[in-house]
């Protein structure tokens, strides 16, 4: 029988390119709208394809630049040149569904089933989402098995919210009702009350938000035991699909108890367990922000020589409009009701989406919000606001992930901070790293992403509005600002400018200048775009040291090679100025020293100790340091920390409503809260120290306030009862013998308590002179320093002393005015 040749098609000239720019010209089933590519996404190609050898690119290009494309052709060109097989990761399902929609118009094959004949054969593109790729049960193997689904080239997309999920799919969290709770907890009980018994009373308790880091030594040593408890439990479904994961990486994870859970999570992440991830030739990372490129390093492992240099445009300037203000910042007497209920105005005519971070924040918005999207009805609402006229959407701890392109969202509302999901992370974000350099750059990174949400091309446009004092000072202390990527600094400035001419203006005025924006005025729409023209990606990394020798130790850690460990994290420590983040450091250090030296890391941990205290304390424990009491006037050791912390009237503004804000009665909130009140009294001229967070013992809060008297303060912002109960009761009388002990019989102590009420219910007693801080008075007390530090802010310098000594006595600051004005005797219970 003979063949009919003609029947046989040669391959087709879209099966056999490799250079994505010829491959884009050639490919035969794309729809009309992609008659040819950008110059931004030419460039991006170009760059790529001289570089591809790497296996590890960091690649940056604006939302709206056509960066799917870009990742599509890349992977197509890839399976050309059997590099295969290909998998285009996204953070989520619903963005999977945008990606396939995107490869089908472009005409490109692919797939969202892992184990598809066509994908294997290079055939076809995989689409898939990370949880499918990173879990103990993942297609494509897990750890000794080997990889069951081999991938040669990689994209993971939104590389930030991909990395948000890997965090939560390599830890393990555990609720209160699991058997290995209570199992654990027995196990490590007497290794935490070594750090602080009453906190130990409160995770018994299952008190939200109060967290236990297990010391080091104690995690270490038990570890085997660890182990042994979780096998017994590990097909149970809350389990069986994170301890595949670090089963084998134990020695170099952090247990936190607290709030009725116990979270196990690595330093790093072991992504070498997911073989096909890690053997994969050729990675590459796309992001439109990339503020903070440390992660990728920690939580993917990738080669930081590779990642040195971005994949960029030319030009930053094919973002979209936005006009990002502030307006707490340009009128502190702006208030979070005034911007709801303009923000409420406008949602009339266009749709409006809030961000917040929190369920306990989307109330503030519930009467007049549309709809409050979660994780449950997110897709569908993000549906619905594509589609047409919402009004106002409120979407919750939502800063990542999502499009909401033109009309979807006109007015972008970020609502505060992003909430830190993992308990680690509070606690480092929180407190072990507050201020710092990196905390700083985490929150910047996040607030980028969420103002990301509503400008998604370069001919869209978005009015921003940021708001909540945490959120405003974090933007204007610690020059979090400058950590802003190219194209949002030049943003802001631009907007700042705007913002300057309605300076101190109302939220109505404010909103006249949003029209500019919103109406596209020609002058502001070229102001807009001039801003932009000369503006370039940062392609080098930055900032990432810390975050080298902290991969490379854990992965020598890996293989047993502790002084490997030792030396590089001893490095970092050493060129590191920042007093918390050296300490923090040093802890790290002592954690890879206890293996070779156990005495000797317990002295690297009592010199961190005294650079951090908020870090675990060592075995031998740290002395006590007496708060430093108030040398001179009151007046001039106010002004002295005024001009020390506060360039200009301004910066102080903002501090001071960042503080007030903190100083509310509201669930989840106890650390910002003490550190807030610590903050106030160095404001008004007081001493103050944290001894229970800093030193394992003693009161929430202490103030120093002069003639050698001193304010001992347990702080209940958190308490909804209407009594004060006879363990808090009993906490402060603790306290103050605790005080009795550390100072002499010179001081004074006068004990007050932190409580909606002010009455103690019957088996309560009160210690002699007890004072409480009610809701009431406690807003009063917050309307007064405001009220000094805005005052203070308008003189010269911040002020003489004698100027300020007037203002202190007028806003009854002084100590005895404090008292009477801001606190009131306690009330017995009325049966």
Not at 308 to 320: E, K, Q, R
Not at 765 to 784: D, M, W
Request: proline residues 5%.
């Amino acid at each position: 029988m003979g063949l009919d040749f003609t029947k046989i098609a040669a391959p087709s000239t879209a099966d056999t390119v490799i250079n994505p720019r010829d491959l884009f010209a050639v490919l035969p089933g794309k729809q009309q709208k992609y008659r040819y590519l950008r110059d931004v996404q030419s460039e991006v190609l170009d760059q790529w394809f001289q570089a591809r050898s790497k296996i590890d690119h960091r690649l940056k290009m604006n939302t709206g630049g056509g960066k799917t494309v870009v990742g599509l052709l890349i992977l197509k060109s890839c399976l050309n040149e059997k590099k295969g097989p290909a998998v285009y990761v996204a953070p989520t399902p619903y963005l999977v569904s945008q990606v396939v929609q995107e490869a089908q118009a472009l005409g490109l094959a692919v797939e969202t089933e892992p184990r598809s004949i066509a994908v294997s054969r290079g055939s076809a593109i995989l689409v898939t989402n990370i949880h499918v790729l990173l879990n103990g049960k993942s297609k494509f193997g897990v750890g000794g098995q080997g990889p069951q689904i081999p991938i040669g080239s990689l994209i993971l997309d939104d590389v930030h919210a991909c990395l948000a999920t890997a965090e939560q799919q390599f830890t393990l969290d555990l609720e209160a009702t699991s058997p290995v709770y209570d199992e654990l907890f027995e196990l490590f009980r007497s290794d935490l009350e070594s750090q602080s018994t009453s906190k130990v009373l409160e995770i018994e308790q299952h008190e939200r938000n109060r967290l236990m880091l297990v010391p080091f030594w104690a995690w270490l040593d038990k570890v085997q035991q660890v182990e042994t408890i979780i096998h017994e439990h590990r097909e149970h479904d809350n389990i069986k699909f994170c301890w595949p994961l670090i089963r084998e990486h134990l020695r170099f994870c952090r247990c936190v108890f607290g709030g009725g859970h116990v979270e196990i999570s690595p330093k790093c992440l072991p992504v070498d367990v997911i073989p096909s991830f890690a053997q994969a030739e050729r990675r590459i990372f796309m992001s439109a922000t990339f503020a903070d490129d440390s992660v990728l390093i920690t939580d993917f492992n990738a080669n930081p020589e590779n990642i040195a240099t971005a994949i960029a445009p030319a030009t930053a300037s094919d973002i979209g409009d936005r006009l990002v203000l502030v307006p707490q910042e340009l009128n502190p007497e702006v208030t979070a009701e005034q911007i709801k209920l303009y923000a409420s105005r406008l949602a009339k005519t266009c749709n409006v989406v809030v961000i917040v971070p929190s369920n306990y924040r989307a109330e503030f918005w519930s009467d007049v919000a549309a709809e409050t999207l979660t994780a449950e009805n997110l897709e569908n609402g993000v549906a619905k606001l594509n589609a047409g006229h919402v009004g106002l959407v409120v979407l919750v701890n939502k800063y990542d992930g999502i499009d909401l392109p033109y009309d979807a969202c006109r007015l972008l509302v970020l609502d505060g901070l992003p909430a830190a999901r993992r308990a680690i992370d509070q606690i480092e974000q929180g407190s072990l790293l507050y201020g710092t350099p990196l905390a700083v750059g985490k929150s910047i990174q996040q607030i980028e992403q969420g103002m990301g949400r509503g400008v998604r091309a370069s001919d869209d446009y978005c009015v921003v509005l940021l708001m909540g004092a945490t959120l405003t000072s974090q933007l204007f202390t610690n020059h979090g600002i400058d950590r802003f990527t190219p194209a949002t600094r030049a943003q802001f400035d631009l907007s700042e400018q705007v913002g300057n001419q309605v300076r101190g203006k109302s939220i109505e005025e404010i909103g006249g200048a949003i029209d500019y924006c919103l109406t596209r005025n020609p002058e502001w729409v070229r102001a807009a775009k001039s801003a932009l023209v000369h503006i370039t990606y940062a392609t080098a990394s930055t900032d990432i040291e810390i975050a080298v020798a902290r991969r490379r130790a854990f992965n020598s850690a890996e293989i047993d090679d502790y002084n490997t460990s030792i030396n590089l994290i001893q490095e970092r420590v050493n060129s590191v100025h920042n007093l918390m983040l050296k300490g923090w450091l040093m802890a790290e250090l002592a954690e890879y020293t206890h293996v070779v030296d156990k005495a000797e890391a317990q002295q690297i941990l009592m010199s961190a100790v005294k650079l951090n205290r908020q870090l675990i304390r060592p075995l031998v424990g740290v002395d006590y340091q007496r708060i430093e009491p108030v040398v001179g006037e009151q007046a001039s050791a106010s002004i002295s920390y005024l001009r020390g912390e506060f360039e200009r009237p301004n910066d102080l503004i903002v501090a001071v409503n960042a503080t007030v804000d903190d100083l509310a009665f509201r669930p989840n909130s106890h650390k910002r809260f003490e550190r807030a009140l610590k903050d106030a009294a160095r404001m008004i001229g007081c001493q103050s120290q944290l001894p229970e967070a800093e030193y394992g013992a003693g009161p929430d809060v202490l103030w120093a306030v002069g003639a050698l008297r001193y304010l001992v303060i347990e702080c209940k912002n958190e308490a909804t009862s209407s009594k004060i109960n006879k363990k808090d009761c009993n906490q402060l009388a603790g306290s103050i013998n605790w005080f009795g002990m550390e100072y002499d019989q010179t001081c004074t102590a006068i004990p007050i308590m932190v409580h909606p009420s002010s009455t103690f219910e019957d088996a309560a007693t009160p210690a002699p002179g007890t004072r409480v801080i009610t809701a009431e008075k406690l807003s009063k007390f917050r309307e007064s320093i405001t009220q000094y530090c805005v005052a203070v802010s308008r003189l010269p310098g911040f002020g003489k002393s004698a100027e300020v000594a007037k203002l202190l006595s007028t806003y009854q600051l002084l100590p005895d005015l404090f008292i009477s004005s801001f606190t009131v005797s306690p009330k017995p219970s009325r049966k």
